[in-house]
């Protein structure tokens, strides 16, 4: 089978089961549908042999499978899974949220863009009209006000004709399209900027919400809620692992437990990915927060400053005015991006909250209390007490170890199975505890693992191989574990055996190689020539000759009683000598100085130039 083939048969699986899903009432996601599909062949104990080609017997077994658990609505295995599913298709990095809000508001303007930038004019109403579609764009752009509303579409058109009066569309509509486009996007700038400052000077700013106010009381009210919810599920996490441990242990006599252990392992899982969620979208609105303290500085210190340079003026120059209008515009669409992201968190934290359904009925009131006690160790005191028993390096040399005063950076390292103890998971039967970093990190093959106890780690470190193998053993029979546990590389695809032949298996291995070339740059930087250097003197003084232009210039000098005494002077002079001696008479003579003057070198008005040289040296028998 080819691998087109391959796909082939898998999107046919995959609506077959959307479909019987479907039919049965209950509406499922294709997205869910492959995850489930993944889960099922992966999970050794359904028997799926992806060696060979999968017979209608062994389609139609999946099907069945990965019907019946999309539809138990009692499982907290599947509500996992749900929940896990939703988040990848929902949550996104905060980046790629405001481009897309960016996104999706620059679709609602291109229509409006468009007719503005491919209107026509002839007559004055035309040319009315026009301008009340600029208005309009200015106030979809900036989302102040309501474009239906009278007093916000006079109060924008006021800022707008302030900065662009009617008399100035004929040289609107004589620029290009893309030069159109960017004087609309700089006026409604500016007009956004003049209304807020009209706002805060309490002389306009109709349709205008408070909206520093509305997030100085939204960020708090969201990221109490989710504390709140987080510190609920982390309790109900809590009481599942105390209860766990408690029915693991074969000297602690407890009293019966209604709900199997498998299900309330699923339980565990289940309050345990809420609460990571919960985490990663904490710190998404605690990062909202800061982000939100510095536009409000900025917007305030920025509105300042216009006030200073506007304040008892009756006219002031727009260059010194439209970069303050336009800053202020930027901040307060920040705003609105920061808005409108809080908004989504808050929604899909809301969204999250029908997951824990299944979990939530598996105990009546007061069991799990009961089978309890007054005794639950919470996270605190589990790391108190683990982190009295450290490791020492050297009592397993074979293996690096990393401790807190020895590592820079320790509590940035990438732990892996997201701070979970692999060895518990292995030895406990799929029990999560966290592991704690104080106790040392192990290092092995560029990973870094944390364990809940010494115990753990020297146990863990002594056979690494084998305890990675069985975790990935365990995340097999519940898949809820692989991204739980961050385990996505070791199932990046659902082949679980290495030496399979590429000709007959259900889903085609990734292609991970493939033949490239590269090629280094010669100038890795961006070359910066400059074509006028000159290294040499002579050519510097002959350039600066040839721009004196010296043909057509006189050559003066003036010595003053003030500046004669400034001279340079050098005098050499010898030591006299102590010594004496008998010559004869000595003689001298004084030849002339040779003296030549040339005139004509600087030419004239006629272009040829005509030297006439003149020999004035004194003759010698003067």
Request: charged share 25%.
């Amino acid at each position: 089978m080819s691998r087109a083939q391959a796909e082939s048969v898998i999107k046919n699986i995959i609506r077959e089961i959307a479909q019987e899903c479907t039919g049965k009432g209950h509406a499922v996601s294709e997205t869910l549908v492959a995850f489930m599909v993944k889960a099922v062949v992966l999970d050794p104990r359904n028997l799926f042999n992806v060696d060979r080609t999968l017979t209608k017997q062994d389609v139609r077994k999946l099907v069945e499978l990965c019907v019946d658990k999309l539809l138990d609505q009692g499982s907290p295995s599947v509500d996992t899974i749900k929940m896990q599913v939703y988040f990848d298709m929902n949550y996104t990095s905060r980046r790629e949220f405001i481009e897309e809000h960016q996104r999706v508001l620059q679709s609602r303007l291109v229509p409006v863009s468009r007719e503005i930038t491919d209107s026509r004019v002839k007559t004055r109403e035309d040319l009315e009209g026009l301008y009340r579609k600029i208005v309009s764009y200015v106030l979809l752009r900036s989302g102040l006000g309501s474009s239906t509303d009278i007093t916000t579409v006079r109060e924008a058109t006021a800022a707008l004709q302030s900065v662009f009066p009617q008399s100035e569309l004929g040289t609107f509509m004589s620029l290009i399209k893309k030069d159109k486009e960017q004087q609309l996007n700089d006026l409604s700038m500016i007009v956004t900027g003049i209304r807020l400052f009209n706002k805060d000077s309490r002389k306009g700013g109709e349709g205008i919400d408070d909206l520093p106010a509305i997030l100085n009381e939204a960020i708090p009210s969201t990221s109490k809620d989710i504390e709140w919810e987080l510190e609920l599920s982390q309790s109900l996490a809590w009481q599942y692992t105390s209860c766990l441990e408690r029915l693991l242990d074969p000297e602690v006599e407890t009293r019966e437990c209604i709900v199997p252990l498998d299900m309330l392992k699923q339980a565990l899982y289940n309050v345990r990915q809420h609460e990571a969620f919960l985490k990663v979208i904490l710190a998404d609105v605690i990062l909202c927060a800061k982000q939100v303290e510095t536009l409000q500085t900025e917007l305030a210190t920025r509105m300042k400053l216009l006030r200073v340079t506007v304040h008892s003026k009756t006219a002031v120059p727009t260059a010194q005015v439209f970069p303050h209008f336009t800053a202020l515009a930027k901040f307060w669409s920040g705003l609105q991006d920061e808005m409108v992201l809080l908004s989504i968190l808050s929604n899909i934290m809301e969204n999250l909250q029908p997951f824990l359904a299944a979990q939530s009925q598996l105990f009546p009131d007061g069991q799990l209390e009961d089978i309890l006690g007054l005794e639950i160790k919470k996270y605190e005191q589990r790391m108190k007490e683990s982190s009295e028993n450290r490791i020492d390096p050297y009592e397993i040399k074979t293996q690096e170890w990393l401790l807190p005063e020895t590592t820079a950076n320790f509590d940035k390292l990438p732990l892996q199975y997201n701070g979970i103890c692999g060895y518990t998971l292995v030895k406990k039967d799929g029990l999560l505890l966290p592991g704690n970093p104080s106790i040392g990190v192990l290092k092995h093959r560029e990973k870094y693992y944390v364990f809940s106890s010494k115990e753990a780690a020297l146990r863990f470190g002594s056979k690494p191989d084998e305890y990675i193998a069985h975790v990935a053993e365990k995340a097999k029979q519940s898949p809820e574990l692989i991204q739980l546990l961050q385990l996505h590389q070791q199932f990046a695809c659902v082949t679980p055996y290495p030496e399979m032949q590429s000709g007959e298996r259900l889903l085609v291995k990734p292609i991970t190689k493939c033949d490239s070339s590269t090629q280094t740059d010669t100038h890795l930087l961006e070359t910066n020539i400059v074509k006028s250097y000159e290294w040499n003197e002579w050519e510097l003084r002959r350039k600066a000759i040839k721009l004196a232009n010296l043909r057509s210039k006189v050559t003066h000098s003036m010595q003053t009683n003030l500046s004669h005494m400034r001279r340079d002077n050098v005098t050499q002079t010898y030591h006299l000598k102590d010594v004496a001696c008998q010559s004869k008479r000595d003689g001298s003579s004084n030849v002339p100085k040779p003296q030549v003057y040339l005139a004509g070198l600087r030419g004239g008005k006629t272009k040829t130039t005509h030297m006439i040289k003149t020999n004035l040296t004194r003759s010698v028998s003067e």
